[in-house]
């Protein structure tokens, strides 16, 4: 069992940048892959960021160069640092957890989620 608790969203100015926390529970955090996910109003949950157990990294198109998705098993944490934000990168931004290896795309395939944190990205 895993719990997850997303902190970091707020309102930015679109360039400005904001960094992530996901804190996890468990003693098995280490082998679990985690993700990204974001929803927009009227919009799908989209995966933005993935890193396997041992910080393979993948990223969306549309976040690719301006978002960086690290872990610290030590502390048990994801972080999404988001650079470079625009007002299409606001949405609730949600923290997931699986234990498969593989690139999950879709959010029906995580185990575990987080609350979410809205980003707002003003223009």
């Known amino acids: 069992q895993v719990q997850l608790v997303e902190s970091g969203g707020g309102l930015v100015q679109a360039g400005g940048s904001v960094r992530l926390s996901c804190a996890a529970s468990?003693?098995?955090?280490?082998?679990?892959?985690m993700a990204w996910f974001r929803q927009a109003p009227g919009k799908e949950r989209e995966l933005v960021a993935h890193?396997?157990?041992?910080?393979?990294?993948y990223y969306a198109d549309s976040v690719r160069g301006r978002f960086t998705i690290s872990r610290d098993n030590a502390k048990n944490a994801v972080y999404l640092q988001m650079n470079s934000l625009k007002p299409e990168d606001t949405a609730v931004y949600y923290c997931?957890?699986?234990?498969?290896?593989?690139?999950?795309?879709?959010?029906?395939?995580?185990?575990?989620w987080g609350q979410g944190t809205q980003v707002t990205v003003s223009s």
């Open positions: 468990g003693r098995t955090f280490s082998d679990f892959a």
């Open positions: 997931a957890a699986d234990r498969s290896q593989s690139l999950l795309r879709r959010p029906s395939e995580y185990d575990y």
């Open positions: 890193i396997s157990s041992v910080s393979t990294t």
